[in-house]
């Protein structure tokens, strides 16, 4: 029983003790009143719809990329390695933060606190996608030049490798 409910412990007619769900009073037969009961519907988060947006886009994009790699560098170059492992890193520390937020989800999302958390929490997952969507326009570029200058793809690699890192401080 909750502590709204304390009034039913107890007959209004005469003061006998009830049992918990008792509809009649079992020393003066009176009928026992029981206020309605409320029912609690859950409702789903409206972060959860987010986050799963936020995942389809990223796998949609990380696949993107890895279609890339293989297209563009031979499995034996140590260029196609640097990427699918820099790509397998991400992917886990994506599904890593995506695992945080969904938990944080179930909790109460009317508390400013945790609701601030998953607002940070989709910030870096949308970094995410971010860096993930600049290594395929690098890649596409690198595919569509014949120039030998990867300071474009060396300056992407540190990023994403700060982007691993910060997270990983997080």
Do not use: W
Request: glycine share 2%; aromatic share 8%.
């Amino acid at each position: 029983m909750t502590n709204e409910d304390n009034h039913n412990h107890f007959c209004i007619y005469c003061g006998a003790s009830l049992i918990p769900n008792q509809h009649f009073c079992s020393q003066c037969g009176k009928k026992v009143y029981h206020g309605p009961e409320e029912v609690v519907v859950k409702t789903h988060s409206r972060y959860k719809s987010k986050i799963d947006e936020i995942e389809a886009e990223y796998n949609s994009k990380q696949e993107k990329a890895s279609e890339l790699v293989g297209k563009l560098f031979d499995p034996t170059h140590m260029a196609y390695s640097r990427f699918t492992n820099a790509i397998k890193k991400s992917n886990q520390l994506f599904s890593n933060q995506v695992a945080i937020a969904r938990r944080m989800v179930e909790l109460d999302e009317n508390n400013n606190l945790v609701e601030g958390e998953l607002e940070n929490k989709i910030k870096t997952l949308n970094t995410f996608i971010d860096k993930m969507e600049d290594l395929t326009n690098e890649l596409v570029i690198q595919m569509s030049s014949n120039k030998k200058d990867n300071d474009d793809i060396n300056n992407l690699f540190s990023d994403m490798d700060e982007l691993i890192d910060s997270v990983k401080d997080y």
